[in-house]
């Protein structure tokens, strides 16, 4: 049992992490003019007043919530911090190749479960 285990973590050992390259720059830049545009929109919502307006007001929030709300701004935000983007925007990621058992392990893996 202790064998089938250590060859099972072995297996978990060999196995390599993504590899991940970032383009912080352009995250940056994005994620920038992104904030710009929320500024803008939050400026033109609060321009906005009184009863009247308050349908192109929310119309105006809803727009400025929708801009951070964006796969490429979310994914920028991650780049920023260093984390892997989840939609892959901004990022180079070469996959891993995943090492696979020899025929003999699984035999043994077999052979050591009954």
Not at 6 to 15: I, P, T
Not at 65 to 84: N, R, S
Request: a positive charge.
């Amino acid at each position: 049992m202790v064998a089938l285990a250590e060859k099972g973590m072995a297996l978990f050992a060999a196995q390599k992490a993504d590899d991940v390259e970032f383009d912080v720059e352009a995250a940056t830049a994005f994620k920038d003019s992104a904030d710009a545009k929320f500024a803008a929109l939050e400026a033109e919502a609060a321009a906005l007043t009184g009863k009247d307006n308050k349908k192109a007001r929310s119309e105006k929030n809803k727009e400025a919530a929708d801009v951070k709300k964006t796969p490429q701004y979310i994914d920028a935000v991650k780049v920023i911090k260093g984390l892997v983007p989840p939609n892959g925007n901004f990022a180079k990621i070469t996959k891993a190749v995943a090492a696979q058992p020899t025929p003999a392990d699984e035999a043994d893996m077999k052979k050591n479960r009954r």
